[in-house]
């Protein structure tokens, strides 16, 4: 599941009944009494996806007590939301004309309807997380804030005269690790966790969410059966982790700066520029900064008491290495 291996037989049935309740509920929160709103609200959510932080928030409940608390599946279905009204909002920002496979919201309607729909999923967020009380609230609404930061950091680029390569890691962190940080968070909180082991999930969270990121940067690069197309993000000018080291490298191969300072256009000079990458010191580099995150991550793991949902959580930390290979 989504890179989590769930080797224990207790552990598996738990989290897939637990995915399967919070599947229903989020069909429920998706239902608006105005049908066209339920249609393009359920687009995304119908077009698959991994659940990946609903299965991890379930996974992570199995550090505390009670790991089959009813809040879990509320509080999984609540980052689930959240991360689902990001995408209708990324996909304009990007003009992306597909998301999972199918036509994104703003290709099939227009960017009006797709920014609507974002802000209904914020709205049936907000609405659900109240039944958790006002600790979640004021967690989700931090978590808010921290996505809209790393989206506008993003968006602005690295001001006159910062590390463009801090900018970079600090944007992952923000725009994908704090929500999966409030997974670990919620997951704790809800399981019954001690205050200990809910940081320690967080520390976890926060480094494999900004690892899981780096690995999509390597992948940009090295992706042979992912499913992504090597470029992808060399075609579009993003800036990945090894493309800035690149950059930052006076000593770096000068054809391969020359490509990687700009969008590239032409088949031919994008595989020479994943060519050039593949081999290059920023690549290496970037592999170092995902292995630091990696044992960040597997440090935090050290810190919880042996389990099977420890046992699981670990196995995503190598998925995540050995993806980008």
Request: charged share 25%; hydrophobic share 45%.
């Amino acid at each position: 599941m989504a890179g989590v291996q769930l080797a224990d037989p207790q552990l598996a049935a738990r989290v897939t009944t637990g995915l399967q309740r919070v599947e229903h509920l989020l069909e429920t929160e998706l239902a608006s009494d105005l049908p066209f709103v339920t249609e393009a609200a359920s687009h995304l959510m119908r077009a698959g996806g991994k659940r990946f932080r609903p299965l991890f928030t379930l996974v992570a409940a199995g550090i505390g007590p009670d790991p089959e608390h009813e809040d879990l599946v509320t509080a999984a279905a609540v980052v689930e939301l959240i991360h689902l009204a990001t995408l209708y909002h990324d996909d304009v920002m990007d003009e992306a004309d597909l998301r999972r496979g199918a036509k994104s919201a703003n290709a099939r309607w227009d960017n009006s309807v797709a920014i609507l729909i974002g802000d209904f999923l914020f709205a049936q967020a907000s609405r659900l997380v109240a039944r958790l009380g006002t600790e979640a609230v004021r967690i989700i609404a931090e978590t808010f804030a921290e996505l809209v930061t790393g989206q506008t950091r993003e968006t602005v680029g690295p001001p006159a005269g910062a590390d463009p390569i801090a900018h970079h890691l600090t944007v992952l962190d923000e725009k994908t690790a704090a929500l999966i940080d409030t997974c670990g968070r919620y997951a704790g909180m809800f399981s019954g966790a001690s205050d200990t082991e809910i940081d320690a999930l967080r520390r976890y969270a926060r480094a494999v969410g900004v690892a899981f990121q780096i690995s999509d940067d390597l992948l940009d690069i090295s992706s042979s059966d992912s499913g992504k197309t090597p470029g992808t993000d060399l075609r579009e000018g993003v800036p990945t982790l090894p493309v800035l080291y690149t950059l930052a490298d006076p000593a770096a191969d000068p054809r391969l700066r020359e490509l990687v300072s700009g969008p590239i256009s032409g088949d031919a000079e994008v595989a020479e520029a994943v060519a050039l990458l593949l081999v290059s010191p920023g690549m290496d580099q970037a592999r170092r900064t995902l292995a630091g995150y990696a044992d960040t991550a597997r440090d935090a793991l050290a810190a919880l008491p042996a389990s099977t949902s420890r046992d699981a959580l670990a196995s995503l930390v190598d998925f995540v290495v050995v993806r980008s290979r």
